[in-house]
Nanobody, 124 residues
């Protein structure tokens, strides 16, 4: 069974950091581009970042540029999202998703597989 599982969310103060992980089971992650998305309460889901199959290409939403870094370790079948200088507006459920089509990932559109999400709360 193909599965993506996010972890690493939690409560953090403004200005703090968190690292999210997205672990795959049932399939080999290096066939897929991986995207991170988030959905804040009462808002639509938005794309945050995307990384190509071997990590050569990455892109970010303007709202997280220079604060978030996406990376992957295909040997561990895991993708990461390092989040620094967190702001209250980063509060959301964060999801990772996989697609074989890089352009879909980069444009934050249709993805093939989704995790169930991990909650990030930024509050003092």
């Amino acid at each position: 069974q193909l599965q993506l599982v996010e972890s690493g969310g939690g409560l953090v103060q403004p200005g703090g950091s968190l690292r999210l992980s997205c672990a795959a089971s049932g399939f080999t992650l290096d066939y897929y581009a991986i995207g991170w998305f988030r959905q804040a309460p009462g808002k639509e889901r938005e794309g945050v970042s995307c990384i190509s199959r071997f990590g050569v290409s990455t892109n970010y939403a303007d709202s997280v540029k220079d604060r978030f870094t996406i990376s992957r370790d295909n040997a561990k079948n895991t993708v990461y999202l390092q989040m620094n200088n967190l702001k209250p507006e980063d509060t959301a459920v964060y999801y990772c998703a996989a697609t074989m089509v890089l352009t879909r990932c980069r444009s934050f559109t249709v993805m093939d597989y989704w995790g169930k999400g991990t909650l990030v709360t930024v509050s003092s």
